[in-house]
Each structure stands twice: as C-alpha cells, then as structure tokens.
C-alpha cells in the first residue's frame, strides 16, 4: 500500500486537481491520499492558507471581512467550475467561514487554527466529491475520523501515539480515502493544526499508522536538489538520501520535505519517495534508512541558511572550571532560549542560536552571564550563516574537509567557526551571512563540477 500526498501547488487549480487523479487512479496501491490546500498558481500569487490567516486578522481586528472572505470563496469556486461540479459546495464554504468565526470569534488561538485548516478541508472535500463523480470509489474522510488525535498547542500539534492505532484501519477501507493535510483534532475535540507545511506531517503519520510499503510525497519539483536552486542554476537531483542526511540538510534550509515529516518515517523504516505531480514518470529522490555509498560522490548535499547569532565567552583556566558550561545553560533556560551548536577550546566556548531565539532577550541574557559566570571576555556576533555540508560517506573518504577548506579559501571566506559531530555525516561551517550564496556556489562546483 502507498500513501500519497500532494503539496499546495499540486491541488492549486482544476487542472492540476485533475493530474492528481489521474496519478491516483493509475495506482491500485495508492489508497489514501493526504491532499494541502491551493497553493499558489504561479509566483506572485497567495496560499489559500496565507488568505485563511489574513481573513482570521480581518476578524479579529474587528474589520471588515467580507471580501477576504469571497477572495478564500472565489478560489474554489474557480476549481468547482473547471471541475465541472455542482456548486452548492460553495455556499457551504461560506456558511462554515461564517460558522467558525461566529462560534470561536472569543477564542483567537482557536479560530486561527479552525480558519487555517479549512483550506485543505474544503479540498479535500472537493477533490472526493470529483472522483466519486469520475465513478472512481472515492470518500473524504476527516482527520477526526481518520484517528488523528494530536495535542492541545495550537499551531504546532503533536501526534499522540495512541492515534497510530485507530488509523491502522484506514487499511480496512475498499474505496479511495481523499484525508486533508496539516491539522488533527485534540482529546477535547478541538482543531489543532501542525506548524505550517504541516501536511507532510499528516501524510507521514497515516503511512507509519498503515504501515505503508511506500509514502509518496508529490510536489512541482522531480527530487531535491543537491544545493538551492534559487542560488545554483539547475543543480543535480539527489537519487537517494538517508533519513539522516535528509535531517541535516532540512536543518539548514532545503524545504522541499517538512523536518517534522521525519521522524513517524524514521520510527518505523518507511521509505518516501518525493515526485513531481508534473512530471510523475521522473524517478524522483527516495529517502530511505540505508543506502549503498558511492565512494565518488560522497557529499549528498549542500545548504548554507543565514540568521544565526554566537555568543562568544571566554575564561582563563575555562576547562578546569567544573560546572561552568552548565551556569550559562542555565541561563539560556532560564530565559527559554534553544540553542543548536556548543563549539569550545580550552578558555572558550561559543553557543550558536538562531537569531529569533534571542531577539529582544540579549541584553538580559549578556547581563546574567556577567553576573553568574566570572568570565573574561564576552562577545556576541550577529549574522552568521551555517553551512553545512552532508553525505554519509563522509566517515570512509579521506579529505573531504579538505576539499571545503579549499573551495572557500579561494573563494576568499572566512570560517569562522568549524564543527563536525561524531557521526561524521555532516560539517559545519560558520561563516558571514554576506558569504552564504558565495559559499554554496564555491562549494558546489568544487564538489559536483569538476
Ligand atoms: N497549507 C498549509 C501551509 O501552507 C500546509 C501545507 O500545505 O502543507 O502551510
């Protein structure tokens, strides 16, 4: 059995509805499918979900709402028409619009969540109705009654391992499932969605929860690239790439599959292959447990994301000191703040955040390391860029670091910072946010050009 989802843009317009049905109902196997809401139809326009959150701050900024609510409307109405279906459904878009904001207009956290998962509810709900009609055994079926029970923090659910149960009979339906992406409901039974992208999440949950062979996720690109595609001009598409190395790279920026996604995957071995909806006879990139290494081409993967911050302390004797590291984490606890890299020498230390973590906490967080941890110096660098540089083979290949010292010495950048975790699977560079592009682009053609 496959489960298959299909991203914004795969589900933007009736045309594209229509190429997603066709790849469903080509498929015996592919029985359920996990469907986002319209994404965008070209570049400047808007997700349905970005309008859902516009129309929630109409609403609660006691604005008028009408015409956001007939633009959220109008975007189905155009996939109704190109469908060819009854438009009835339209009316009932509205109503529930209206519905939710009346009942939860009090509850701002709920109704954002309510009005944010509707996009997919809606299309989902569509896109059944389509099939049904194309006398394809086909039915919408809710997250509700899917079994997706998840927890009670709007914005960022949480799937609750009880679920994986009930969800395991989806496998006892005989038609095609058609379930919207990106929300659950709580023990409470209120709408809780996943954090944004979030319909990966749902798609990766019901193929662990079914035990799927194959989680297929459809989106406009054939693969992930091995580098950003906004930085290199059509860069190499990654046959196959473990779950790890996925992680690592999602870390650092490639958003083609949401981080989140991994781990239901991860838990029960379950290989997913990304496709375009464009392209669906293009083999598409597999992310799998394991994988055979080819010595040749032992980096998987670069990607470079800007917008870190380094706290840089240092302390004479530092690696005498017992219990020093754990004074400025508590610091950094104390303020709610998680930081991602803790590289050290023997007097120094720095601790590596994104930037959001500490906005509008510096101040504070200097003044308490002053006080509470007798150090020497103390200095914070603002825009810092991680690069990180990933492939499995790493560990059984000589000189791979070397290579990369390389490239970005003569592209003239300067490393600030160098990490390499155990595992070997991944290094990390800290450089300027200036040098980012620069570094992906050097690192690139010294890798795969030459
Ligand atoms: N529609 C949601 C978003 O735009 C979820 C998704 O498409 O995966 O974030």
Avoid: W
């Avoid at 109704?80 to 109503?95: F, N, P, S, T, Y």
């Avoid at 703040?337 to 120094?348: A, C, E, L, R, T």
């Avoid at 003044?367 to 941890?373: H, M």
């Amino acid at each position: 059995m496959k489960v298959s989802k299909f991203g914004g843009s795969s589900v933007s317009t009736a045309s594209q509805i229509k190429k997603v049905l066709d790849i469903v109902n080509s498929d015996k196997d592919r029985r359920i499918i996990i469907v986002s809401a319209p994404g965008k139809r070209h570049d400047k326009d808007i997700k349905t979900t970005d309008l859902l959150i516009r129309l929630y701050e109409k609403v609660i900024n006691h604005l008028d709402y009408k015409n956001k609510k007939l633009e959220i409307v109008s975007r189905f109405h155009d996939i109704v028409k190109g469908l060819d279906m009854d438009d009835h459904i339209l009316g009932e878009i509205d109503r529930t619009l209206e519905h939710l904001i009346e009942t939860l207009k009090d509850q701002p956290e709920r109704l954002l969540d309510a009005l944010k998962s509707s996009g997919e509810n809606f299309n989902a709900q569509i896109i059944a109705a389509y099939n049904q009609k194309q006398g394809i055994p086909t039915q919408y079926l809710s997250p509700k009654d899917a079994g997706l029970i998840v927890s009670n923090e709007p914005g960022n659910a949480q799937i609750l391992e009880s679920s994986y149960e009930k969800i395991y009979h989806l496998t006892e339906y005989n038609q095609k499932l058609i379930i919207p992406g990106f929300f659950g409901f709580s023990e409470d039974n209120h709408i809780v969605t996943f954090p944004r992208g979030g319909s990966d999440i749902t798609g990766a949950i019901i193929a662990r929860g079914v035990h799927a062979d194959l989680y297929e996720n459809f989106t406009d690109v054939s693969g992930i690239y091995r580098a950003n595609p906004t930085v290199i001009n059509q860069p190499e598409i990654i046959d196959e790439i473990t779950y790890r190395e996925m992680r690592e790279l999602s870390y650092a920026g490639f958003g083609v599959f949401h981080d989140e996604a991994l781990q239901p995957l991860y838990h029960d071995r379950i290989p997913v292959v990304i496709k375009n909806t464009n392209r669906p006879s293009d083999p598409g990139t597999f992310i799998v447990h394991d994988r055979q290494i080819d010595t040749r081409k032992v980096i998987t993967g670069i990607s470079c994301d800007e917008g870190f911050t380094s706290i840089n302390i240092k302390k004479y004797l530092m690696n005498r000191q017992v219990g020093f590291t754990l004074k400025i984490l508590k610091i950094l606890a104390d303020y709610n703040i998680s930081f991602d890299h803790m590289p050290s020498g023997i007097d120094n230390i720095s601790i590596i955040m994104r930037s959001s973590q500490i906005k509008g906490k510096e101040q504070a967080v200097l003044e308490a390391i002053r006080r509470d941890c007798k150090i020497d110096e103390l200095n914070v660098e603002h825009d810092l860029a991680i690069l990180m540089i990933v492939g499995e083979g790493m560990s059984a290949v000589v000189g791979t670091a070397n290579k990369i010292t390389d490239a970005l010495a003569n592209a003239h950048i300067n490393l600030k910072m160098i990490n390499q975790g155990s595992s070997e699977i991944s290094m990390m560079f800290g450089i300027s946010n200036a040098d980012a592009k620069k570094a992906v682009k050097a690192c690139y053609s010294h890798c795969y050009a030459e």
